[in-house]
């Protein structure tokens, strides 16, 4: 039997990024080479600073590298499109617009800018009634976004990206700002809308415990200049047969200290840590251990 390998949905090669002049300026990124597989869940942690957004606004086409490429299908990102939507911490809905009208209300829909067929506008129509139930916002559908809670907010949020069927949804900290109630349940509905969608996820966040449960490869990047430092193949049961025992269980404690470590191998913040227990042993930081000494 001729299993075809997974397709290369992402590939990034060479890439750097420099704010402001080459020499002087803040390396955000350096020498980034990485491919993502077609319908493939990538997470990206690492200490605050390491490039996370950069890299994601640099897939979203929403900013350019200095060097190296990025490829989508084998084509060039030169822009933002329609293929990759983005979801960010903040909901960015548009408060004048019900949860309807947000969900509905998408740029890169051809029917939205006159352009399309009343075949494609009743597509559109058909998709958001469908995106309003997979994201269990069907009884808010008339509400203003003032009216709703922050996850779901955020549910809106993640309908409307999904509103054009991008192929490639990218994710800067979605769930930053919420509840760790809240925040549990929205991992359980990325599980099913990534397992229903069938797209391709790149996920960045500072949360490790979050990027183990939902991603198939957890990517480390490290700080100045901003690099990868590892990557971790996650061993745990397919998507929909994930729950949050299993954060309990002894794979996923191994596999979230291994990231941890080398988060903090790699981070500026532990290095200061240490410096002040050794100052502290030496009696030169808090007056207590000055005068015990
Ligand atoms: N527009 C910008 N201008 C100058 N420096 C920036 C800009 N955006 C990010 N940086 C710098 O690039 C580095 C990486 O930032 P960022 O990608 O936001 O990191 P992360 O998301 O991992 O916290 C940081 O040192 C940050 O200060
Ligand atoms: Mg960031």
Redesign the pocket.
């Known amino acids: 039997m001729i299993v075809d390998a997974p397709a290369t949905k992402i590939r990034i090669t060479a890439l750097s990024k420099t ?2 002049a080459a020499g002087t300026g ?1 390396r ?1 990124l350096e020498g980034i080479d990485l491919t993502v597989r077609e319908n493939e869940f990538l997470a990206l942690v ?1 200490a ?8 994601l606004r640099i897939l979203a086409g929403l900013e350019a590298p200095s060097a190296g490429e990025v490829q989508v299908d084998e084509r060039p990102v030169t822009g933002p499109g329609a293929d990759r939507a983005v979801v960010f911490q903040d909901y960015s809905l548009f408060p004048w617009l019900t949860v309807l009208e947000n969900i509905r209300f998408c740029r890169g829909l051809r029917a939205h800018r006159g352009a399309g067929t009343t075949a494609e506008a009743a597509s559109a129509v058909d998709r958001s009634y469908a995106l309003l139930e997979l994201m269990g916002l069907e009884a808010s559908r008339d509400r203003y976004p003032n009216q709703l809670s922050g996850g779901m907010r955020q549910r809106v949020a993640i309908a409307r990206a999904l509103m054009s069927r991008p192929e490639v949804l990218l994710m800067d900290e979605p769930f930053g700002a919420l509840d760790a109630q809240t925040r549990e349940v929205m991992h359980d509905l990325i599980l099913y809308l990534f397992e229903v969608e069938r797209t391709t996820i790149v996920f ?1 966040t500072h949360d490790v415990e979050e990027a183990v449960y939902l991603a198939d490869r957890v990517v480390v ?1 490290a700080p100045h200049p ?1 690099r990868i430092d590892s990557t971790h193949a996650i061993e745990l049961p397919p998507p929909l047969e994930r729950n949050q025992e299993i954060k309990l269980s002894a794979p996923f404690i191994a596999q979230k200290r291994a990231i941890l470590d080398r988060i903090r191998a790699t981070s500026s913040v532990q290095r200061d840590l240490e410096t002040v227990r050794r100052l502290a042993r030496l009696g030169k930081v808090t007056g207590r251990a000055a005068a015990a000494g």
């Open positions: 704010f402001g803040v955000a690492g605050s600073g390491c490039g996370k957004s950069t890299l960045v990047l901003g």
